[in-house]
């Protein structure tokens, strides 16, 4: 996973990704009203952590299992779909290979179980 890391250009690139990934969701009609009261910003600093341990960057990442920090959500599969489906778009756009964008679909798939609440 570390040429993920690389290839978004590492701390600056992931927080590029992070931007674009969630100015996106934001205008999703769907997916907007996941979002409604959330402080983004402290979000996106908790995503761009998480995803840099997740892309093999460094393991800064000390916000609560995902487990936990989606309990009580009631994210649907359907709403799982299109943030995976967002997020890798994302990356594709921004010059990450298919086949590491094909790795983070797998590796979020895997973490389904503990994100789909509803």
């Known amino acids: 996973m570390a040429e993920i890391y690389d290839q978004l250009g590492g701390p600056d ?10 100015n996106r969701i934001a205008s999703d009609e ?14 996106k ?6 995803l840099s341990a997740a892309f093999g960057g460094p393991h800064v990442f000390s916000g609560r299992g995902l487990r936990d920090a989606h309990a ?7 709403a799982f779909d299109a943030m995976v489906s967002t997020l ?3 990356l594709a756009d921004l010059g990450v ?7 983070v679909g797998e590796r979020l798939e895997v973490a389904r179980a503990d994100i789909v609440t509803g």
């Not at 290979?97 to 790795?103: L, M, R, S, T, Y």
């Open 72 to 78: 009580g959500l009631e994210i649907t599969d359907s």
């Open 13 to 22: 690139g992931v927080r590029t990704a992070v931007e674009v990934f969630y």
């Open 45 to 50: 600093a908790h995503q761009r952590a998480f």
């Open 30 to 43: 769907e997916l907007g009203r996941w979002f409604d009261g959330v402080d983004l910003d402290r979000l």
């Open 88 to 90: 890798l778009t994302s």
């Open 97 to 103: 290979a298919k086949d590491a964008v094909g790795a």
